[in-house]
């Protein structure tokens, strides 16, 4: 009951922090560093930190001695690809609502245990990438150093992931049998907040 208690408090607490404006969320920190800032970027926005753990945790599922190295290579150059793309290209409309809705999908992957095809997995991971990397890389304007900024993103990504990853991994080569559930419950617990996101603000971040 206590577990249960926890993971109901757990949900609401994070249903709750997806009403604070993305504005503010997103907002460069001044006299930080451009560098800085664009770590800040990533870390502070919900929509990005639910998909990035999800991502962590399925990369973790896999073991470090399959794709899951790779990944702490591919995501972050994927995230940087993405962030100099927004230079040149327009904003795209819905992309907050797709980085949400990757929340769910990575979420639900973790949840359901399912054995992703290799090709699929490293699909997943560049397409995401490249998408959270342009909502990023909007906030670049004229007075931020965009290498520095698109810096910062990628680090966020590398060390999100990278903790994740080796912790999951850590984890379940301890063998201990209720900890798979747990992940798996973690899973379903980011699929769930996302779709409370989506249900509450689907309207709003489709017009973003």
Known sequence: MRK????RKFVLAIWLMSFAGYADAH?????VGDLYAGLLHVVT????ILPFIALSILAGQRGLKSQAEAVLLVFPVALMIGAAAALSIPPLPGLAFFNVASAVLLGGLVASAWPLPSVVFYGL????????GF???EAITGSIKAYLFILGIGLAGLAIVAYGTLMVD???KRKVGWMTIAVRVAGSWIAAIGVLVLATAGKSLLAS
């Open 45 to 48: 926005g919900l929509e990005h």
């Open 135 to 137: 909502a990023n890389g």
């Open 27 to 31: 907002s460069t920190v001044k006299g």
């Open 170 to 172: 850590f984890l379940l």
């Open 125 to 132: 991971v560049v397409l995401f990438g490249i998408s959270h």
């Open 4 to 7: 249960l208690d926890f993971g």
